[in-house]
């Protein structure tokens, strides 16, 4: 069995965005299980039924999160019910309700994406990039006159060499 854990394409050091920014990158590219097969392999627990113990506690560790985040799931559920477009016919609510809904649904959302190791990607860095000319130009056209508010969340960094033929 390759207890290896996969090739990182980001330093785990303090990394110098494109536009100047120094920010700490949020993803590491590995499954649990690849990080629990390379912890085991490096023998700190020398017989079987130790490794099956740590596997069962770190088993134990991983439904205690889920438990925990089922009722995060369960407030978004309920946020986003008076969004969903889904839903044929349901009521109209006043203006405060679906303000409130509103707020508490955005609140939610940033909550996770931020448990999650998402950063949000500030206005005028997506600004920026609009206005330097990029390797690959696309034009993007959208109806944002359709949407109260639009914002964008990353999790690490991926830098490649492309070649473009001419």
Known sequence: MDTTLPECTSRPDRLQSRFGASERDHFIPAR???VLNAMIAQGALGSEPERDKFRQFCHLLGAIYHYQYFDQLERLRNDYFYFSPDLDGHPRFDTAT????YTDLIDALT???HGANFIEVPHD???RAHR??????VNIKAP?????EVRFFRRGHHMETVEIAT
């Open 32 to 34: 649990k299980i690849d």
């Open 98 to 101: 679906v303000e409130r809904a």
């Open 111 to 113: 909550k996770v994406l």
């Open 125 to 127: 860095e997506i600004e």
């Open 132 to 137: 330097k000319h990029g390797i690959v130009r």
């Open 144 to 148: 944002l006159d359709d949407y109260r």
